[in-house]
T-cell receptor, first 110, second 114 residues
Framework: KNEVEQSPQNLTAQEGEFITINCSYS?????LHWLQQHPGGGIVSLFM???GKKKHGRLIATINIQEKHSSLHITASHPRDSAVYIC????????????FGEGTQLTVNP | DTGVSQDPRHKITKRGQNVTFRCDPI?????LYWYRQTLGQGPEFLTY????????KSRLLSDRFSAERPKGSFSTLEIQRTEQGDSAMYLCASSYRDRNQPQHFGDGTRLSIL
């Protein structure tokens, strides 16, 4: 069982829709990283969070430490948001290695 | 551009050959990480360095794999006697030393074994 699990695996939306991607993680994960990966491989860091909520433009990330759950929301989605979104957790007290979820493939249609 | 850079972007080689990849991290970052990603999967941790010291290695890193960061700046990842199963995207990332810092990723090196 992976220590970081994402849902859904695939998500198709119409332009303008509100999108939510979920991430559940196990004991031992001290902080979460939300990442965006475009075709061709490049990965961009979106958020790092260990508590509360962060917002950047149309992206919002929340984390509930008690429930070991995080969500990434995209408001007013746009076709350029189409990418793979990956949740990754920092393990343990060293805060070094990342354990990745399998990613959510998001497609936003015009 | 002061981001993480990786070279080459693509490598095609025959099974049994040795390959070496290079990663240049963001200059002020102490930590450097290597990950491997196969198609349709999330990346998997291979190893990481703090300055020139290799602090952790995954069990995925068989004895055919070796990574170095000799002067605490760029790093190399070498795979000896490549196998079909080594075909993957090899990603490098760097971060500051402090706990739970955001990691900045390169564009990766895609390895294809014929």
């Amino acid at each position: 069982k992976n220590e970081v699990e994402q849902s859904p695996q695939n998500l198709t939306a119409q332009e303008g829709e509100f999108i939510t991607i979920n991430c559940s993680y196990s004991v031992g994960i001290s902080a979460l990283h939300w990442l965006q990966q475009h075709p061709g491989g490049g990965i961009v860091s979106l958020f790092m969070l260990s508590s509360g909520k962060k917002k950047h433009g149309r992206l919002i990330a929340t984390i509930n430490i008690q429930e070991k759950h995080s969500s990434l929301h995209i408001t007013a989605s746009h076709p350029r948001d189409s990418a793979v979104y990956i949740c990754a957790g920092y393990e343990g007290t060293s805060g070094s290695r990342l354990t990745f979820g399998e990613g959510t493939q998001l497609t936003v249609n015009p | 551009d002061t981001g993480v850079s990786q070279d080459p972007r693509h490598k095609i080689t025959k099974r049994g050959q040795n390959v070496t990849f290079r990663c240049d991290p963001i200059s002020e970052h102490n930590r450097l990480y290597w990950y491997r990603q196969t198609l349709g999967q999330g990346p998997e941790f291979l190893t990481y360095f703090q300055n020139e010291a290799q602090l952790e290695k995954s069990r995925l890193l068989s004895d055919r794999f070796s990574a170095e960061r000799p002067k605490g700046s760029f790093s190399t990842l070498e795979i000896q006697r490549t196998e079909q199963g080594d075909s993957a995207m090899y990603l490098c990332a760097s971060s500051y030393r402090d706990r739970n810092q955001p990691q900045h990723f390169g564009d990766g090196t895609r390895l294809s074994i014929l």
